[in-house]
Nanobody, 124 residues
């Protein structure tokens, strides 16, 4: 059973940067494709970024493309989300997720494992 634990959330002024981390345990991390999602109250959880285990390919939602970078460190069983030029609309609870598929995918229904989330607040 894979367990995920996010960290790095907090409050930051718009225009600044923040890096989220998600450490996995209980599974073979090099064979897990990872994703980041976010959710605000009353809205559905939405895809932010994903990284495939097989190729290392990455995928981003259009709203964050060019500002956010997803990366992974297999030796540390950790996936990161580097968030730059943050906007107030980026404020949300951020979740990491994992699956064993080869590709980086945006469909949250295909992720098997989820972390509890970390809160990001962006103030103007």
């Amino acid at each position: 059973q894979v367990q995920l634990a996010e960290s790095g959330g907090g409050a930051v002024q718009s225009g600044n940067s923040l890096t989220l981390s998600c450490r996995a345990s209980g599974g073979y991390f090099p064979r897990l494709s990872m994703g980041w999602f976010r959710q605000t109250q009353g809205k559905e959880r939405e895809f932010v970024a994903g990284i495939a285990w097989h190729s290392g390919d990455t995928k981003y939602d259009d709203d964050v493309k060019g500002r956010f970078i997803i990366s992974r460190d297999n030796a540390e069983s950790t996936v990161y989300l580097h968030m730059n030029s943050l906007k107030t609309e980026d404020a949300a609870m951020y979740f990491c997720a994992a699956n064993s598929l080869k590709a980086a995918i945006s469909d949250r229904a295909r992720y098997n494992y989820w972390g509890p989330g970390t809160q990001v607040t962006v103030f103007s």
